[in-house]
């Protein structure tokens, strides 16, 4: 039973965890949060949410939060708690310093998807209106940028083509690559009440996740892949659509370049693309493969939902495109109950990505070098902007370990924990002279910082967020800063001690200059967000309510476009030494590098990450349920207890990333997917042996 007080005042917001985006009434007494009730008129939620959003809050008050800030001249040295005033001059003149030194580009930014829309926007405003530069970039680094590459060439816009509640409307669910029940579980349930209604399900995973057997719901196909297959698997299933004539070709010839899918065509209908000549490859039988296939193409509405099993990969944009690929040649864009999903793992990724925090693309996804796009925003914001792309993560920390990138600003963000290769991080990171994290706890980056300021939690702050079916949702203030400053605040504060000049009295007023410079936004301003609830982007003069469904009419881009996708093995291989792969994920109750989750009472149900090892290979390796395991890849060595499970297939294991003591990235390799340097987090070459422990 747990006790709680009686509320007398209470506030509409958004859950901060996950992109499905529950919204809750935040119950207060005075100050003090008392419950977090999910709200009945949520758009994405209807009333539910998930252990995380209903419990997860108390890392909000948790005794280890940094209140003040803090510098010091360098790393070695202990930290000083300095006034705001002190720590933001200083900062601000160590930006100067560092760039009157090295240059204009020795300088940048990391923006944060835990953050809200206004602040993304104003930390990539800092750096492009104040550093000068365009080195910014942000976590989808590390996550959906190949969603950003992928859905961006094929359809021409950067985002998922449904809402969830579109999923009502599918007879075939596809999801690979995800694991919703788990990381997105609002909208697993909603997946799974479908299903129980008789849609069909497929499931494209190396796990046996909940979905494909769990209570009431059991999937018409599984096809367990070898890590590190899935171009080759999809295009086996477009091998069979095509050859078998289920291609829908009405929809392609009014819909899509035709001459891009007859050569689309013509390459996935080549002998060696076949579910046969893929099978070892794969490890999935032909037979499975091709009737997963044709349930897709002739089982009705098909709409595919995926995650970061497609994206975390050294073909992660290749991957999505094949993806658009099969739902253009089946006719399965632009209607309810279809569609190509991204299943967004933070809260406001999409927003993120929609704000301009890539270093090659302003707010809206324009390129940096679009002339009538940069003048905007240069009379707009009084300056000269810079058409060159900047640096993308792994770029400044290279630059950095070459001498030519000095300083970055970290916000909300542990690089050290969630990016790959800890060891090239912290090389990065110790090269620069000044290195400032905001942040609600000192995490592992900070261990690298010369500056900290704390950062405010999304229940001290106004602005909004934007959710994996680009619904932008209000989080509203529920009490004030403990920190003194909200995020937004914080960065108006150092742009400001730079001379930017800048005076937003609230965020609304931030979200009417993204209104005013960003075409997708026309229609949004926080009177609207308040009228409707929320509105799906695009919200402009075509679609004044949002836009719950895209691509009806044609594509953002015209004509829908076939991408060859040809199947490249990645160069991290299994041999003697290394001979099992790992693949990584999440679990329920906790979060990314659980920060929050860890400091809430959800750990009971979590406490350490685990190594899921399939039975025959624990046992050929004498190792027994809960024994500790060291786990070698050739970037580096952890150790972690075993779970000896069938969920997993012989040579894979698979760990969740939870816990810092894991140092799961430190494992992880430096691959990373062509187009947009995703880190290649789900196929990393192991070896596992008995240990004594940490
Ligand atoms: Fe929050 Fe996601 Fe859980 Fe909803 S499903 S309560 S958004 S963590």
Redesign the pocket.
């Known amino acids: 039973v747990v006790e709680v007080g009686t509320p007398d005042r209470s506030v509409i917001t958004t859950?901060a965890?996950?992109?499905?985006?529950?919204t809750f009434r935040a119950e207060t007494r005075g100050e003090e949060l008392v419950r977090m009730v999910?709200w009945k008129d949520g758009k994405?939620?209807h009333g539910h949410?998930?252990?995380?959003?209903?419990f997860a809050w108390g890392y909000a008050q948790h005794k280890e939060r940094i209140l003040n800030p803090m510098i010091r001249a360098s790393v070695d040295e202990p930290w000083r708690e300095v006034s705001w005033d002190e720590a933001i001059a200083h900062t601000a003149s160590e930006f100067r310093r560092i760039q009157t030194k090295y240059g204009v580009r020795s300088i940048g930014g990391i923006t944060s998807s835990r953050c809200t829309n206004e602040e993304t926007f104003l930390v990539q405003k800092l750096i492009r209106q104040g550093f000068g530069n365009n080195n910014v970039d942000t976590c989808a680094r590390v996550c959906h940028s190949p969603t950003g590459y992928g859905l961006k060439t094929t359809f021409g816009t950067s985002a998922g083509t449904q809402d969830f509640d579109s999923v009502q409307y599918a007879d075939v669910i596809l999801v690979i690559g995800a694991n919703p029940t788990d990381a997105?579980?609002?909208?697993g349930s909603r997946m799974k009440q479908r299903l129980r209604e008789g849609a069909k399900l497929i499931v494209v995973d190396p796990r046996r996740i909940d979905l494909v057997k769990s209570p009431h719901v059991a999937a018409e196909h599984h096809l367990p892949l070898r890590p590190g297959t899935n171009v080759a698997l999809l295009t086996a299933m477009a091998h069979v659509i095509v050859t078998e004539g289920l291609a829908n070709e009405d929809y392609i010839r009014a819909r899509c370049e035709w001459d891009e899918y007859e050569d689309w065509a013509a390459f996935v209908s080549q002998r060696e693309r076949s579910p046969e000549a893929t099978e070892a490859l794969t490890g999935v039988p032909a037979a499975d493969v091709r009737a997963a296939a044709r349930l897709y193409a002739t089982g009705g509405n098909a709409a595919i939902y995926y995650g970061l099993g497609v994206t975390e990969h050294s073909q992660g944009s290749s991957t999505v495109m094949a993806i658009a690929n099969l739902a253009m040649a089946t006719g399965n864009v632009g209607r309810e109950g279809v569609g190509v999903n991204p299943l967004r793992g933070q809260?406001n990724v999409q927003g993120a990505c929609d704000m301009g925090s890539f270093p090659h693309e302003f707010s809206g996804y324009r390129h940096v070098s679009d002339e009538p796009t940069r003048k905007l925003f240069e009379q707009a914001w009084g300056v000269s902007l810079d058409a060159e792309p900047g640096l993308r993560i792994p770029n400044m920390l290279d630059a950095a370990t070459d001498g030519v990138f000095k300083g970055i600003f970290i916000q909300g963000e542990d690089i050290l924990q969630s990016d790959p290769n800890t060891h090239h991080v912290a090389a990065g990171l110790a090269a620069m002279e000044c290195v400032v994290v905001q942040d609600l706890f000192l995490n592992e980056t900070a261990n690298y910082a010369h500056v900290f300021l704390p950062g405010s939690t999304f229940l001290e702050k106004d602005g909004t967020f934007t959710n994996a079916e680009r619904r932008i949702q209000r989080v509203r203030k529920v009490m004030q800063p403990l920190n003194g400053y909200a995020d937004w605040e914080i960065v108006q504060l150092v742009a400001n001690a730079m001379g930017l000049g800048w005076s937003y009295a609230h965020p609304g007023e931030i979200m009417d200059e993204i209104a005013e410079l960003t075409p997708t936004f026309t229609n949004v301003s926080y009177d609207a967000l308040d009228r409707h609830g929320s509105l799906q982007w695009p919200a402009n003069a075509a679609a004044p309510d949002g836009t719950p469904t895209m691509h009806i009419e044609g594509f953002v881009r015209g004509k829908g476009k076939f991408v060859v996708t040809d199947y490249v093995p990645t160069d991290e291989k299994t041999g003697p030494r290394f001979p099992l792969l790992l693949t990584t994920g999440r679990i329920l109750s906790q979060?990314n590098v659980g920060a929050q989750t860890r400091r809430t009472e959800n750990v009971a149900w979590h406490p350490e990450d685990m190594l899921e090892i399939h039975p025959v290979d624990a046992e050929n390796r004498g190792v027994k349920e809960g024994d500790w395991v060291a786990l070698k890849s050739r970037a580096g060595e952890t150790t972690l207890r075993a779970h000896v499970t069938d969920r997993v297939a012989p040579g894979v294991v698979y760990t969740t990333f939870h816990h810092p003591d894991t140092q799961a990235n430190v494992i992880t390799t430096d691959y990373s997917d062509w187009a947009t340097n995703c880190p290649e987090y789900k196929v990393t070459a192991v070896q596992v042996g008995l240990s004594n422990g940490p």
């Open positions: 859950c965890y996950c992109g499905v985006g529950c999910p994405a939620n949410s998930c252990v995380k959003g209903r997105h579980p609002v909208f809260n979060y």
